[in-house]
């Protein structure tokens, strides 16, 4: 199984409202990323996890809160978002360390905030 | 810090033609990858490149590492329709802590 699943593909949301997206990996990968890419642009790294806990934090708002309840999964809640928040969410998952470790991505969450 | 350029950004060929794309960075590597994207839909690896002299290829699409350089190269020969698409490099280092560091993308759009 060489796939990162992400859930739901599409995603409309108000301003007021809470939702969540997830993300699941099963290659044994111990590092699992959230990215934000918006139109012509190239991804921007939003959180990292490694070994489950946060690492990196890229100075995302408080509207955004990541959680990753194990190795497998990786879940990025949102609240309170604003419009230009809409963009492509796309989670990652990686192996750690040195070595051919590829970057696989799931095929992403199309967001858009009204 | 970690930069990337890509070069061209845009890139209109004709079918059967041949060309490259330009990756530079600008400190030592440990990995280098090579992402396609079409509209509206996630990142496809395409290479992951190691050391240098390091070479990939696959079908009309061939990658090259020259770690000394710190350039890497996706060269498209006898380009079809199908590969139009936005061409990602990335660059990984110890440096970034476990993040890649991306290229501004090239859109390559392949006439008929």
């Known amino acids: 199984d060489t796939e990162v699943t992400q859930t739901p593909k599409h995603l409309v949301m108000g301003m007021t409202n809470k939702k969540s997206l997830k993300c699941e990996q099963h290659?044994?990968?111990?590092?699992m990323y959230w990215y934000k890419q918006k139109a012509k642009k190239p991804p921007e790294l939003m959180f990292v996890y490694s070994y489950e806990k946060l690492s990196i934090n890229e100075s995302v708002p408080s509207r955004f809160s990541p959680e990753c309840p194990n190795s497998s999964l990786l879940n990025l809640h949102l609240h309170a978002l604003q419009p230009e928040d809409s963009a492509l969410y796309l989670c990652a998952s990686s192996q750690p360390g040195t070595g051919e470790s590829w970057a696989f991505f799931g095929q992403g969450t199309r967001l858009t905030v009204v | 810090e970690l930069k990337v350029e890509q070069n061209p950004l845009f890139l209109s060929m004709q079918e059967g033609k041949n060309y490259t794309i330009y990756c530079n960075y600008s400190t030592t590597s440990d990995r280098l990858y090579w992402y396609r994207q079409d509209p509206g839909k996630s990142l496809e690896s395409l290479f992951v490149l190691l050391s240098n002299g390091a070479v990939k290829q696959e079908g009309r699409l061939m990658a090259s590492l020259d770690t000394k350089a710190r350039l890497s190269t996706l060269h498209i020969t006898a380009a079809v329709h199908d590969l139009s698409a936005t061409y990602f490099c990335a660059v990984f280092s110890m440096d970034s802590n476990y993040q890649l560091i991306w290229g501004a993308g090239t859109k390559l759009i392949i006439k008929p």
């Open positions: 290659m044994g990968h111990r590092a």
